[in-house]
């Protein structure tokens, strides 16, 4: 009616708005009607939180290559089923293990005190127990300009600060190079242990675990071990009152024979072009000190939950939507690489591929790293996330999610719903991450924006590479 | 010069007034102006903060009769003549002494998970290990209801609730049931060990540990561990799916031979009336899990700032200002009997007696429980106090604080300086407490509103029994 209207001044003018009117709305009216109502029976569903409950509650701590991971991926399976997937099945890999072990450590001097830690991951076992003197340092740039053998018989303890804590997790990698290198120098100085500031911005008495970097296919030969917050500040104070610092400690953890991980995947059959993939997804394994509720049981929920709701849409979207519960992800990205090794020759027909891991508070931005074109569609979609409180944001994806790079690396498009990760590094990798952190509505939030965008996407012919 | 101005209205009326006023203004000019000099000083001052930040970075952790506790009393005497008390002393007394030793506790069915937990006070060792089914109580009054040898081979689990957060800490006497009585009823039935969930109003896989109550001079024969609200959560949700619950547990905790240990004793001495003690303090020991900043070295801090501050004043207020840091509060209140009993005969003495020990939030409320001359003494204070966001409370006044209990039961008088305590159970007894949950604005605002309060009550002449 309103065109008609429009009609009288000239058919040329009317002819070019509805070209530029098409160039601009790729959505039609029936797939936003359809989008609307997804985001409305998400936020009104308890799915996605049946789902994290599940999964850490039946499950329970899940490390890459444990018995627990496999539970998992078996859940994974049947889950996938009860939802009404169309194609659920395991692809599985073979990976290192690395076993945590018991811990004690302990202040020795200036007295007796526990000091609450981890091992990190990779880390090397203390065999008889360490008792020894601490040398401190300020920071890892202080660390790292250590003499060779300058710390023979020593414990090294690298200092730091608390991350500060920011909505988009900035500061994460700055502050993760003392847990990621930091023993690469204190072996340069021959230091028996590494004690590290935990890399988290809480101030609670939890350490934050995490992967080491290897060192050209070499793993630290010496234990690496993370304190909580509060006990390095303790351990600064002591310092700066020149006490001298002695540490025991003995750590059990080591590496163990090659085992079996899986990336479990769940695919709804696209309707019209089902050999082109929009693929999403999380990781099933967790850390072992929490229950890897935020990190990443909320990522498998959000998107296996999205799915769902499209999966009980009258008709499958155009294209096929995957959902990927990656395994081993906290040990390296296992599970991407095996996928992406997988799937190497048909990653050409993966139309876009994102990832849930950055905890469980609501999604604030949409970002995309696609074509010109596909970038017209993702303003639109971001207009229909607009009362999700979702702003439009530019093109910083940094590979789509963890799981994403290795196959961002080899060319498929990527975009990321950004979550608010202001409390993330609270509770990433300790464990205090558990179910109760989770707020359902937040969660439900989540799952509303990637039912949305993924059938947005899904159902749409534009091309995103 | 304002009274002649009033002698014209008639003499009668003039001094009528005046004895009214005298009444009720029973603080002369000069003291209120000294009190709000105090309160000025005290919110200006870093002194607190530097006392509580000097005792649990240089002592530590401090349990009750440890050989950290006794450096804990030498670095009270050195406190105190450093901060220019006129005596200062230690009083000794003997105490048993419960050891924690290591523990470890895991579930073991339906999968291995480990759990966050810590042994109660008073727990036995369970000698080789007990790895047993666990049978549900969702709460204290379920467990006892118990039978005779109804849990004979198993591990009782006696769930319940988190505290809800109040400012009052209202809640915790009846949470604390179950930690206080629970071994009783388990024992009655025979049951091999007992976990509680903690008491605690935060969600934070910290366990929250506390002393057990003697049954009739007898302490538990079993294990009892209280495991963190966000452990417990997840043994009723396993729970609630029918799922078989089974624990495994060893902890080395049990009672040792008798040791030392003391309260110090502060005194200011007081000009006129040297024999009239004002009696405040806190408790010098605290559970060893944590490092006992805001239980209770917020407390000795408190107080002892406040008195030091009233130190600096030209002339020592008329009565004497005693600050004791308690020994063994938390083990039994230990420290607090072996004053009253040890200062029986001069407890008449004792003007009135009030201790700081419910964390290091703001004051919010002046009780008192004296007689009614003192009563209008207490709501003068109270108006000098109000700046602070201090109100008048009534005379709900539960002896006074935890040590103050057995000389109030002797007749001392007693009023409170209530703290705000709403996230006083968030930390209660965990590891989590250290020095960065300290404000140290929060903390000048104690000793201030301590400070005017003491020096008040110290330079009055009015009765408070």
Chains 1, 2 share one sequence.
Not at 145 to 150: L, Y
Not at 227 to 235: E, F, G, K, R, T
Request: proline share 4%; hydrophobic share 40%.
């Amino acid at each position: 009616m309103h065109v008609l209207k429009y009609l009288s001044a000239g058919v040329a003018m009317t002819l070019f708005s509805a070209q530029l009117l098409a160039a601009q709305t790729p959505i039609t009216n029936s797939q936003k009607q359809t989008a609307n109502q997804l985001i409305e029976t998400a936020l009104d569903s308890d799915l996605g939180y049946d789902i994290v409950e599940s999964l850490t509650t039946e499950i329970g701590p899940r490390l890459g290559g444990s018995e627990a991971e496999k539970r998992a991926r078996d859940w994974g399976v049947e889950l996938g089923k009860e939802l009404g997937f169309d194609k659920v099945s395991i692809e599985e890999f073979t990976m290192p293990f690395w076993d945590r072990g018991q811990l004690h450590i302990s202040l020795t001097s200036p007295y007796q005190q526990d000091l609450y830690g981890s091992a990190l991951g990779g880390s090397a076992p203390s065999k008889k127990g360490i008792n020894a003197d601490v040398v401190y340092f300020r920071d890892i740039h202080a660390l790292a300009e250590v003499k060779a053998g300058a710390l023979k018989g020593k414990i090294a303890f690298v200092d730091g600060d608390a991350m500060v804590k920011s909505q988009t997790g900035a500061g994460y990698s700055q502050a993760n190079m003392r847990r990621r290198v930091g023993w690469q120098h204190a072996e340069r100085g021959e230091a028996s242990a590494l004690v590290v500031r935990s890399v988290g911005s809480d101030s609670h008495r939890f350490p934050h675990t995490g992967m080491m970097s290897k060192n050209e296919d070499k793993w630290a030969k010496i234990p690496v071990i993370a304190i909580s917050n509060p006990d390095a500040d303790h351990l600064r104070r002591l310092h700066n009152l020149d006490k001298p610092l002695s540490i025991s400690l003995h750590s059990e953890s080591k590496w163990k024979s090659d085992v079996s991980s899986g990336n479990v995947i769940l695919d709804l059959v696209g309707s019209e072009k089902p050999e082109e993939i929009v693929l999403i997804g999380g990781h099933l394994d967790s850390w072992d000190l929490g229950t890897g509720a935020v990190d990443d049981g909320a990522g498998v929920a959000i998107t296996t939950a999205a799915a769902a709701l499209i999966a009980k849409l009258p008709k499958r979207p155009k294209r096929t939507i995957r959902v990927v519960m990656f395994g081993a992800e906290e040990v390296g990205l296992l599970g991407a690489f095996a996928y992406a090794k997988q799937h190497e020759a048909n990653l050409k027909n993966h139309v876009v591929a994102t990832e849930s891991d950055f905890g469980a508070q609501t999604i604030w931005q949409l970002v995309s790293n696609v074509n010109p074109e596909a970038t017209v569609l993702m303003d639109e979609i971001a207009k229909i996330l607009s009362p999700l409180g979702i702003v439009r944001g530019g093109s910083d994806v940094p590979g789509g999610g963890p799981d994403i790079i290795p196959m961002a690396r080899m060319g498929v498009p990527t975009i990321r719903l950004n979550q608010n990760g202001r409390d993330y590094f609270d509770l990433h990798h300790t464990p205090d991450d558990t179910l109760d952190k989770i707020d359902p509505d937040e969660l439900a939030q989540n799952i509303a924006a990637y039912a949305a965008t993924i059938y947005l996407i899904a159902d749409s012919d534009v091309k995103l590479k």
